[in-house]
């Protein structure tokens, strides 16, 4: 990944009551909520709390077979994944596979929104699921 072209889009965390969650992070550490979304396409609900370049997602599944469901399950609340915003995730992906790298998801999912996103598995990455993100390319 080119450092130019990289930076630091969420930290995601996992949690099992999304009110209580929001609460603690709005009321008590005092970070905007910037809004809540019931994503889907990956049966969650997530929270949206901005912090400075970047943001803070909770994450509540909204379904048992959901991989943050099954993570809850094992490891219960806390930080789930970091994600990486990457200029052009296609070129990105062609590398770490050239490199042996495991991906939960070769191919990239898409948003509504247009945003194509894939995730390296821990395994290859020291035990941290890292997701790489491409927002929406505007012309």
Do not use: C
Not at 13 to 41: C, K, N, S, W
Not at 57 to 64: A, N, R
Not at 114 to 133: K, W
Request: hydrophobic residues 40%; negative net charge.
């Amino acid at each position: 990944m080119d450092n130019s072209n990289t930076s630091l889009n969420h930290l995601a965390i996992a949690v099992t009551d999304l009110d209580a969650a929001i609460a603690f992070y709005r009321d008590v550490l005092g970070l905007p909520l910037d809004r809540v979304e019931d994503v889907q396409e990956e049966k969650s609900k997530v929270a949206f709390l901005p912090l400075g370049n970047s943001e803070i997602e909770l994450v509540q599944p909204t379904s048992e077979s959901t991989g943050v469901a099954k993570w809850l399950a094992k490891h219960g609340p806390g930080m789930h994944h970091v994600a990486i915003q990457v200029e052009n995730l296609d070129a990105v992906i062609a590398r770490l596979t050239a490199a042996g790298i495991e991906l939960t998801n070769p191919e990239p999912r898409q948003k509504a929104d247009g945003t194509r996103y894939t995730f390296i598995h821990p395994r290859s990455a020291f035990g941290v699921l890292i997701e790489l993100y491409q927002k929406e390319i505007r012309d």
